[in-house]
């Protein structure tokens, strides 16, 4: 079993800036892609943004040029550093990793943190 825990959420004021963290433990042979989603009320989860084991990313067109994604493949962690925070990224924000469990059968498995929430304040 593979477990994700998100921290680094909070109340910030507008322009402000927060980092949030995702340590995946548990039973990791490797990790592919890790990511951020967030969903706010009454919402669907959109994508934030993505990084691959190798270091490449992808960013919703919303969050470029103010969020950042970063991983740590050694502690099997990733990062989101947001800066200058909107009202509108108010949300719940959710990270997943996609997990080979073993070396054999290598097979990959998607997991879910819980959530941590997210508050700009205007």
């Known amino acids: 079993q593979v477990q994700l825990v998100e921290s680094g959420g909070g109340l910030v004021q507008a322009g402000g800036s927060l980092r949030l963290s995702c340590a995946a433990s548990?039973?990791?042979?490797?990790?592919?892609?890790m990511g951020w989603y967030h969903q706010a009320p009454g919402k669907q989860r959109e994508l934030v943004a993505t990084?691959?084991?190798?270091?490449?990313?992808n960013y919703a067109d919303s969050v470029k040029g103010r969020f950042t994604i970063s991983r740590d493949n050694a502690k099997n962690t990733v990062y989101l550093q947001m800066n200058s925070l909107k009202p509108e990224d108010t949300a719940v924000y959710l990270c997943n990793a996609e997990v080979r469990t073993s070396r054999w059968p290598p097979y990959t498995y998607t997991y879910w943190g819980q959530g941590t929430q997210v508050t700009v304040s205007s």
């Open positions: 548990g039973s990791i042979f490797s990790i592919n892609d």
């Open positions: 990084i691959t084991q190798f270091g490449i990313t």
